[in-house]
């Protein structure tokens, strides 16, 4: 059971991307836009090794934001949120390891199945590690208003 | 706009003016707890100045001593698909309170991308780079190396460019079908068998052979716009296999076309087999190969045209000759030819960027626009009229007319070179229906001997030839 609030949990279940925000070396904030997969506990993306430079900025730091806002990708739904928490990268093997959350995506993307099946054709766009966010803190917007401030739910821990 | 690092950065300008564009911004900075924290907001952009101004959100506490940032990302649902239509912009900056309590950032840099303006595959195609640093770092802290995989049927057949084949198959079996039709019960079945293989062999060498010079020579690396057709197999580039396996699988071709080419000259001893076959051989290493490198010099065209037109297809006759070379089969070779070499020349198309930068002169990059459509559509067509009139002077069967039925493909490329000559991804489709059209004449130049010797056996009266008909 999460301890994330329920509302929060529907966008991010609902969320057909979420702009992820990391840290670079540099101390700037970076943000990437990704599919988020939800599986009750914690948030699940993937990230082709074309488009690592996130995946290494998460090595050096694992500190990062999460933020549901834009009702377009959260099905009309006003409400806004920034989950933060701490990333693990997911690579042992980027050919096949993240297969495991192809379901979850298929759901929010079904036309990667298809993609799947001409791999061949995008070799490198299916070598793949998986990002796991570890949800810390939640601020969420009911309405999506940030001129009022945000609820904010901490985790255990 | 750099797009060479990996990251597609560009003017603060650029990225305000696309930020202006996205409905609300994302504020984020990094908190004091050292994570990122990010709010959806309003903010007012002002390009001529360079700021973008916004209320803060309440009860959080913008960083004025760090850089912020502000990303406007878009993507549009469709339900049973996914998305489309993604973009997304980020601008950096430091913010400073003005006026009403409001903060102003003064844009210092921007990054983002619209696949509007750069498809996805060329996107791709751009970040290659930064895969192989990534496997490179991977491969470092796991302690054994990681390499992108493909199953081995899916590399071999991306590797080697084996749906290309029929290039090989049309004027091997063409050439061997008028040696059946003329030589009948004398046809050898064995060494048409080898001269398939040969032949194959030969092209596959080719095909692997042009990926390693390609690589060796810097023109694939310069060419972020491949497509199915063009620009390589970039296995290679991807990582999927060495240069030096590569070149080793090319050499492994060559050898085994040699041995087969071999193999039937010491079986029929013919000058004309061994002429053939070395300048079959020669002109398809050489096609890529120093020091000659032909494509490179603008003769790419006329050597893939000779190679898969009459050298293949004379080459199939001549096994069964011995030696004699009638006017048939160099007629019959001729549109074989010219469209094969279309196919090269079509699919240059969408590479002469990346082949003018690597110093490759191919047509395209040589001729103007107009130019290399006219020529297009004049070669096509001259292919066409050979089939006619090699018919009308009794030259070929009359059945051969069934090839001029591929004749409305050619308009659809012609309109398509037309409509799609910018657009390398466009022009994908075009490209298939172009190798179409030499599937199609060739399939029915095929069709049409295949009638031909059936008839000819079971109705050895009927005439078969415009001139007999006539009689």
């Known amino acids: 059971m999460s301890w994330i609030p329920a509302p929060v949990q529907e966008l991010i279940d609902a969320a057909l991307v979420t702009e992820m925000t990391v840290v670079r070396a540099d101390d700037r904030p970076i943000t990437y836009p990704l599919i988020p997969l939800w599986d009750g506990e914690k948030v699940l993306m993937t990230s082709s090794i074309l ?18 806002s834009d009702p377009l990708a959260l099905g009309g739904r006003p409400g ?6 701490d990333a693990r990268v997911v690579d042992g093997d980027p050919h096949t390891d993240w297969e495991q959350v192809l379901p979850l995506w298929a759901a929010k993307e079904p036309v990667i199945l298809q993609f799947l099946k001409a791999r061949v054709a995008f070799p490198l766009f299916f070598e793949r590690s998986v990002v796991e ?23 255990a821990g | 706009m750099d797009l060479r690092t990996g990251v597609a950065m560009f003017e603060p300008a650029e990225g305000l003016t696309r930020l202006v564009t996205f409905p609300f911004a994302l504020l984020s900075y990094v908190g004091d707890d050292g994570y ?8 007012e952009v002002d390009v001529e100045t360079g700021t973008a101004s916004f209320a803060p959100p309440a009860g959080l506490s913008v960083p004025l001593e760090r850089e912020i940032s502000l990303t406007g990302s878009h993507i549009r649902p469709r339900p049973g698909y996914g998305y489309d239509e993604r973009r997304h912009v980020t601008v950096w900056g430091r913010a400073a309170t003005v006026a009403d309590g ?7 840099a921007a990054w983002g991308w619209d696949e509007a303006s750069i498809p996805f595959p060329e996107y791709v195609e751009r970040q ?3 895969s192989r640093r990534y496997l490179a770092r991977l491969s470092a802290e796991l302690g054994r190396p990681v390499r992108p995989r493909l199953s081995l049927g899916w590399l071999t057949l991306r590797a080697t460019r084996l749906p290309f084949l029929s290039a090989t198959f049309i004027p091997v079996l063409v050439g061997l079908a008028i040696a059946l039709l003329h030589f009948g019960p004398a046809f050898d079945l064995v060494a048409a068998l080898l001269t398939l293989i040969g032949a194959t062999a030969v092209h596959l060498g080719l095909n692997v052979a042009n990926d390693v010079f390609d690589a060796r020579l810097g023109a694939d690396e310069k060419n972020v716009n491949p497509t199915q057709y063009s620009g390589g197999s970039r296995v290679i580039q991807y990582g999927l296999v060495s240069l030096r396996d590569m070149a080793f699988i090319s050499i ?3 050898a085994i076309a040699i041995g087969v080419g071999l193999v039937l000259l010491l079986t029929r001893f013919s000058l004309e087999l061994l002429a053939i076959g070395a300048a079959g051989i020669l002109l398809s290493f050489f096609y890529t190969a120093p020091p000659l490198k032909l494509v490179y010099r603008g003769l790419g065209e006329i050597v893939v045209g000779l190679g898969f037109g009459p050298i293949m297809l004379l080459g199939a006759y001549v096994v069964q000759s011995g030696g004699a070379v009638p006017l048939e089969p160099v007629i019959a070779s001729i549109p074989i030819g010219l469209l094969v070499a279309l196919i090269l020349y079509v699919n240059e198309v969408p590479d002469r960027p990346a082949d003018a930068r690597a110093g490759k002169r191919t047509l395209p990059v040589r001729l103007s626009r107009p130019a290399v459509v006219n020529l297009y559509l004049g070669a096509a067509l001259a292919a066409f009229a050979v089939i006619a009139v090699g018919v009308i002077v009794g030259v070929l069967p009359i059945p051969a007319l069934v090839a001029l039925l591929g004749l409305p493909l050619v308009r659809r490329v012609h ?18 229906v172009n190798i179409r059209v030499h599937v199609v004449v060739g399939g029915l130049l095929l069709l049409a001997y295949v009638v031909v010797i059936a008839l000819a056996a079971l109705a050895p009266g009927v005439p078969l030839f415009l001139p007999d008909l006539l009689r």
Not at chain 1, 80 to 85: D, K, L
Not at chain 2, 102 to 108: G, H, N, Q, V
Request: hydrophobic share 40%; aromatic share 10%; no cysteine.
């Open chain 1, 133 to 155: 966010v570890t949800p810390r803190r939640v601020l969420f917007w009911p309405d999506g208003d940030a001129t009022r401030p945000p609820e904010v739910t901490e985790g």
């Open chain 2, 252 to 254: 492994a071709m060559y």
């Open chain 2, 415 to 432: 309109e398509g070179l037309q409509r799609y000559y910018e657009s390398p991804y466009g022009l994908m489709a075009i490209m298939a």
């Open chain 2, 36 to 43: 990122p924290v990010s709010a959806a907001l309003d903010a």
């Open chain 2, 102 to 108: 409001r903060l102003a950032m003064r844009a210092t």
């Open chain 1, 80 to 85: 806004r949120a920034t989950v933060q928490g």
């Open chain 1, 51 to 68: 488009f690592s430079r996130k995946l290494e900025h998460l090595k050096d730091n694992p500190r990062v934001a999460l933020s549901f």
């Open chain 2, 128 to 130: 290659v780079g930064q």
